[in-house]
């Protein structure tokens, strides 16, 4: 890799910080509870603020040594607070997928440029619905934490082998800020990501 040897780091300040903030957590049980239901798999209630910790890993950690994703971490940020206060006050769902819409269009905007109205709507719905559907396998223990680190290596891989070093950094330091939310969150979980 031709990068900065400050720019490799960035995968350890993100899982760093990550864990920092997922020691904290683990500290305080009782924080956005997510208690059992009929649909849950678990069985006592479990925190679910490790999110919290994933996102400030990967984002804090891409905002400051990766100065050409600071758009996309900004509007990622803004997801993840949309998020967050679904977490805690269950927000009912127009208000909360209007609000994943209108920051996914400013987002095609920023990636695509001027585009087709088709290329825009695919890219807003399918950024939609992806961050929803990854929050339904958040209850199951491992499944989402292992999604991402697995998903995120994939994606550094594939973007390495393409020859983007900054975009397979970036996906690199999301799988390791992600690792000490799995870590937790293997059975018996003790916490879980919750919408953000």
Known sequence: MNLPPDLIAAPVLGAGISLL????????????????????????????????????????????????????????????????VDDWRRLSPLPRFGAQALIAAAFSFYVLGYSSIAETVFLILSIVWVANLFNFMDGSDGLAGGMAVIGFCCYALGAWMGGDQYLALLCGTFAAATLPFLVANFHPARIFMGDI
Not at 32 to 45: A, E, G, K, T, Y
Not at 56 to 76: D, I, K, N, R
Request: with cysteine.
């Open 21 to 84: 903030m997922m020691m904290g957590l683990l500290r305080r049980p009782n924080l956005l509870v997510d208690r059992p239901n009929q649909r849950s798999l678990h069985v006592q209630p479990v925190p679910r603020t490790g999110g919290i910790a994933v996102v400030a890993g990967c984002l804090g950690s891409a905002a400051l040594l990766l100065p050409a994703y600071q758009v996309f971490c900004l509007l990622a940020l803004l997801i993840a607070l949309v998020s967050l």
